[in-house]
């Protein structure tokens, strides 16, 4: 079956622009995460979406960083006047009700110019 | 109390030798503890995962060590081959929020040499 797919793949984008960023989770899976991975690092959590439940924000590093998803569908992650710093490979993973693994797209590479 | 700490960073070792990666967590609520593996370009994938009521599990040629009382687990990889070359991530989740948040260690990138 289809695993995660995000989009696109390569954004460049200059310093002060929005970003949206898409993520669409395997069909079932309640359960949606975005990550952040910065050149050489770990994976960050940024947020988490289950079901019609608040999503968790304690991830979003600052105010410019939201999120949204409508129901069990795609999500998006939007960055408002994107920084240098924002430029990082961008995960989402999704995972079904009551289990514990997490499927993870191939990422959205953001650069910063 | 959130952290999982990972070590080492880089690892390079020769094809059919047994490369260890170590993983520490403080977190006793923690219940799951995978491993991911990632190749360049590519989203991490669930490599092998255990739980805290087993000592060990293998699966092919990867095997977790885990240590309830040290807080610790282990990743060995058995006869490793150039193909298993990428980057290793652990992550810890679990207790009582439902969340099934991963906290992630920092990686380790892995060298097989031919």
């Known amino acids: 079956g289809a695993g995660v797919s995000q989009s696109p793949s390569n954004k460049v984008t200059e310093k002060g622009k929005d970003v949206e960023l898409r993520c669409d989770p395997i069909?079932?899976?309640?359960?949606l995460y975005w990550y952040r991975q910065r050149l050489g690092q770990g994976l960050e959590f940024l947020i988490y979406?289950?079901?019609?439940?608040?999503?968790?924000k304690s991830g979003l590093p600052s105010d410019r960083f939201s999120a949204e998803r409508t129901g069990e569908s795609v999500s998006t992650l939007t960055i408002q006047r994107t920084q240098q710093e924002d430029s990082a490979v961008y995960l989402c993973?999704?995972?079904?009700?009551?289990?514990?693994?997490?499927?993870f797209g191939p990422g959205t590479r953001l650069t910063v110019l | 109390q959130q952290q999982v700490k990972q070590s080492p960073q880089s690892l390079i070792v020769q094809k059919g030798g047994i490369p260890i990666i170590n993983c520490a967590y403080e977190?006793?609520?923690?219940?799951?503890f995978p491993w991911y593996q990632q190749f360049p370009g590519k989203g991490p994938a669930l490599l092998i995962a255990?739980?805290?009521?087993?000592s060990e599990k293998k699966e092919g040629r990867f095997t977790i060590s885990f240590n309830k009382s040290a807080k610790q687990f282990s990743l060995h990889i058995m006869d490793s081959q150039p193909g298993d070359s990428a980057t290793y991530f652990c992550?810890?989740?679990?207790?009582?929020?439902?969340?099934?948040?991963?906290?992630f260690g920092t990686g380790t990138r892995l060298k097989v040499l031919a």
């Open positions: 993973a999704s995972r079904r009700l009551s289990y514990n693994e997490q499927f």
């Open positions: 977190n006793t609520a923690f219940d799951y």
């Open positions: 069909s079932g899976h309640t359960a």
């Open positions: 255990i739980r805290p009521d087993v």
């Open positions: 992550a810890a989740s679990g207790g009582t929020s439902g969340t099934y948040k991963y906290i």
């Open positions: 979406f289950q079901g019609n439940s608040a999503p968790d």
